[in-house]
T-cell receptor, first 116, second 115 residues
Framework: AQKVTQAQTEISVVEKEDVTLDCVYE???????LFWYKQPPSGELVFLIR??????QNEISGRYSWNFQKSTSSFNFTITASQVVDSAVYFC?????????????FGGGTRLMVKP | DAGVIQSPRHEVTEMGQEVTLRCKPI?????LFWYRQTMMRGLELLIY????????DSGMPEDRFSAKMPNASFSTLKIQPSEPRDSAVYFC?????????????FGPGTRLLVL
């Protein structure tokens, strides 16, 4: 069975601090995909990144970076020099295309509050 | 390009009434998903379609819920009769399925309140 755990339900930081959001997943499949989505206060779900299980290279996009480690089944998300606009709920998700089609299993989300 | 379009954005209804939520996926996408988000249960997949055919509806809570996709550009999620516990945000998402697991793009959601 798929499972995604985001142990941090809420994080509060002050602007310009770095913050890391943790994501731990469980899967029996060797082929899987991991995703991060952002849900700002306006409510929509915004896609941030998609990573397949064969690509363990870390990714950086501006102030965002992702650390994928298969050895610990983790796909952590770091925001460098956080800004107030980063305040949102962030979801990690897992997909096993060959066992569960294109269905996404979401973690419970981490609410990030960035204070000025 | 237009993203996923959902209507209505907000719906307030009384218990027992029929509710119909609508979704227009991104043009060219062949998979469509309906999710429900609540504080208690988080994001749950209700049903998904591939090439207009329902593939997995195991997440549909009960017979009061039904979903259709009559063509590639339109889907509905119907609740009849509605109950207060159906109050939630309902999201529609679409993707271009190519055999792997392609990114799902979400609509803005429909916030449903059943009184």
């Amino acid at each position: 069975a798929q499972k995604v755990t985001q142990a941090q339900t809420e994080i509060s930081v002050v602007e310009k601090e770095d913050v890391t959001l943790d994501c731990v997943y469980e899967t029996r499949d060797t082929t899987y995909y991991l995703f991060w989505y952002k849900q700002p206060p306006s409510g929509e779900l915004v896609f941030l990144i998609r990573r397949n299980s064969f690509d363990e290279q870390n990714e950086i996009s501006g102030r965002y970076s992702w650390n994928f480690q298969k050895s610990t089944s983790s796909f952590n998300f770091t925001i460098t020099a956080s800004q107030v606009v980063d305040s949102a709920v962030y979801f990690c998700a897992l997909s096993e295309p060959y066992n569960a089609g294109n269905m996404l299993t979401f973690g419970g989300g981490t609410r990030l509050m960035v204070k000025p | 390009d237009a993203g996923v379009i959902q209507s209505p954005r907000h719906e307030v209804t009384e218990m027992g009434q029929e509710v119909t939520l609508r979704c227009k996926p991104i043009s060219g996408h062949n998979s469509l998903f309906w999710y429900r988000q609540t504080m208690m249960r988080g994001l749950e997949l209700l049903i998904y379609f591939n090439n207009n055919v329902p593939i997995d509806d195991s997440g549909m809570p009960e017979d009061r819920f039904s979903a259709k996709m009559p063509n590639a550009s339109f889907s509905t999620l119907k609740i009849q009769p509605s109950e207060p516990r159906d109050s939630a945000v309902y999201f529609c998402a679409s993707s271009l399925a190519t055999g792997g697991s392609e990114t799902q793009y979400f609509g803005p959601g429909t916030r449903l309140l059943v009184l």
